[in-house]
Nanobody, 123 residues
Framework: VQLQASGGGLVQAGGSLRLSCAAS????????MGWFRQAPGKEREFVAD????????YYADSVKGRFTISRDNAKNTVYLQMNSLKPEDTAVYYC?????????????????WGQGTLVTVSS
């Protein structure tokens, strides 16, 4: 599986962005998908993940209520809708795919990673 993230950019605080992660391969729908981010000088952190069916989602406390993860298995794409953005959301955002448990994915041990897309939120 190859992952291609896109949709990052510069936005003012309070604004919105939607990230997309397009996957190649016929087995996309069997993977749990997640989004992570890494701010300058900080470690990569978990943002959100979604089950293969899209029926269950999880979020980091820092983004709960503002971000929404979704997926379209027909399009082999996972999305991250980001609303009410804050300067502290500034980071490179990565999508990830895992065939293993949620704990493995959240721990950062995904099977596949996208190349990252930069989100910059100005105050």
């Amino acid at each position: 599986v190859q992952l291609q993230a896109s949709g990052g950019g510069l936005v003012q605080a309070g604004g919105s962005l939607r990230l997309s992660c397009a996957a190649s391969g016929r087995t996309f729908s069997s993977y749990r998908m997640g989004w992570f981010r890494q701010a300058p000088g900080k470690e990569r952190e978990f943002v959100a993940d979604i089950t293969w069916s899209g029926g269950i989602t999880y979020y980091a406390d820092s983004v709960k209520g503002r971000f929404t993860i979704s997926r379209d298995n027909a399009k082999n794409t996972v999305y991250l809708q980001m609303n009410s953005l804050k300067p502290e959301d500034t980071a490179v955002y990565y999508c990830a795919a895992s065939s293993k448990s949620r704990a493995v994915l959240v721990g950062g041990n995904a099977d596949y990673w996208g190349q990252g897309t930069l989100v910059t939120v100005s105050s």
